[in-house]
């Protein structure tokens, strides 16, 4: 008996042990902070594949179906692009 208990315990304690331990997992949470209306509003936006795009804080976003979008990788259509705003291009290009 006193074997039993010494194979049993052996069995045991090593799964007691690796199930006790519990990572910290931590959420990777990205903000998305689209254009506001004054922004909108403000600058003429640049037009692609019929929608109408703006840059905002790096990155290119256009609404459809009443929600906002924007692109995991800049388009090539829009590479380029960034400092014009109705065809005219800002100074500091």
């Known amino acids: ?19 006790a331990y519990v990572p910290t997992a931590e959420a990777q ?18 037009y692609y594949e019929g929608h109408a795009h703006y840059y905002y804080r790096n990155h290119f976003y256009y609404r459809d179906h009443g929600g906002w979008h924007g692109y995991a990788h800049e388009p090539a259509g829009l590479w380029g692009r960034r400092g014009e705003w109705g065809g005219h291009r800002h100074g500091w290009r």
């Open 1 to 19: 008996m006193n074997t039993l208990s010494k194979v049993l315990l052996s069995a045991i304690a090593p799964l007691a042990v690796v199930t």
């Open 29 to 46: 949470v990205q903000v998305v902070e689209y254009p506001t209306n004054a922004y909108v509003a403000s600058y003429a936006p640049i």
